[in-house]
């Protein structure tokens, strides 16, 4: 998995998108969990103002992308842009086309788990090969670099603040448990983000 061509690290940062976008429209909202970050104010959006969500974290995203822009940081920059807008059409075609519906709403901590985990496992995958599916994340990757945390303890910071204004629209119970599925989300975003450069320094000691 170490020498990865260009078109395959695409290749799977795309499927890493669809899953979050999979997941976060079947599981996350139809199970009305939260998320965090800029996923999170948009699904506030949705839920106080009837605001699409695709539509509200474009809108988040760009000043975010916009800041990158002066850092001149391509690599992230063109990674970033094709994520963000592979999200927003992934996310757009299932808001609009799909007939699934995964109704956990009696088996909540299955919800929970199973949004962790994906979101974790996309998340990781993402940022590992060099891209990011939105502005929350990319802040979370400067914020990691500047105060030495782990990328899932930065995230999961992030998340908590959106968590707390999700208490003025959603129960007690459901934002309990959506702590647990971010909570479980920045534990697989840590460990798979970090996986390549532990197992080098792992054979590298022996």
């Known amino acids: 998995?170490?020498?990865?061509?260009?078109?395959?690290?695409?290749?799977?940062?795309?499927?890493?998108?669809?899953l979050l976008a999979f997941v976060y429209f079947h599981i996350n909202y139809q199970n009305h969990l939260v998320d965090g970050g800029f996923f999170g104010l948009a699904l506030l959006g949705k839920y106080a103002f009837g605001l699409s969500p695709s539509t509200t974290i474009l809108l988040l995203d760009i000043p975010v992308i916009?800041?990158?822009?002066?850092?001149?940081?391509?690599?992230?920059i063109i990674n970033t842009s094709i994520m963000t807008i592979s999200f927003t059409l992934f996310y757009s075609l299932m808001e609009q086309y799909s007939s699934l519906v995964l109704d956990l709403?009696?088996?909540?901590?299955?919800?929970?788990i199973l949004s962790g985990l994906v979101t974790g496992l996309a998340l990781g995958v993402i940022l590992r090969y060099g891209g990011a599916t939105g502005g929350d994340e990319i802040l979370g990757l400067l914020l990691s670099?500047?105060?030495?945390?782990?990328?899932?303890t930065t995230l999961f910071i992030m998340d908590a603040l959106v968590l707390l204004l999700s208490l003025f629209y959603l129960?007690?119970?459901?934002?309990?448990?959506?702590i647990l599925a971010v909570g479980i989300a920045g534990?697989?975003?840590?460990?798979?983000?970090?996986?390549?450069r532990v197992s080098i320094t792992s054979s590298e000691s022996h």
């Open 66 to 76: 916009l800041f990158i822009l002066l850092r001149k940081d391509w690599k992230l």
């Open 171 to 178: 129960s007690v119970p459901h934002v309990l448990y959506t």
């Open 1 to 18: 998995m170490r020498n990865k061509t260009p078109y395959q690290k695409l290749c799977i940062m795309l499927l890493g998108t669809f």
């Open 105 to 112: 709403s009696d088996m909540l901590i299955v919800a929970s």
């Open 145 to 152: 670099n500047r105060f030495g945390l782990s990328i899932g």
């Open 187 to 196: 534990k697989i975003t840590t460990w798979v983000y970090q996986y390549e």
